[in-house]
């Protein structure tokens, strides 16, 4: 399974591990990214293409509501 593999590897390399997601990315995309990282140790939140999102509020609350801080946009 892929999901063990990258679990495996996360643990033995000691590694930050960094949720990448779009920027414009819907909620119901977002959570399911969030809760499936859940379990490999995640600590921070970036978002990507921020210059293609059209709403800047969904950007805000994506980060406030997101149980890992915000380290990064792009």
Request: aromatic share 6%.
């Amino acid at each position: 399974d892929e999901r063990e593999r990258l679990h495996k590897l996360v643990q033995a390399s000691a590694a930050t591990v960094v949720l990448v997601m779009p920027a414009r990315g819907d909620h119901e995309y977002c959570d399911e990214m969030e809760e499936a990282f859940k379990g490999f140790g995640t600590q921070y939140l970036m978002l990507t293409q921020l210059d293609l999102t059209q709403r800047l509020g969904h950007v805000l609350t994506r980060a406030l509501d997101s149980p890992y801080p915000l380290v990064a946009v792009g």
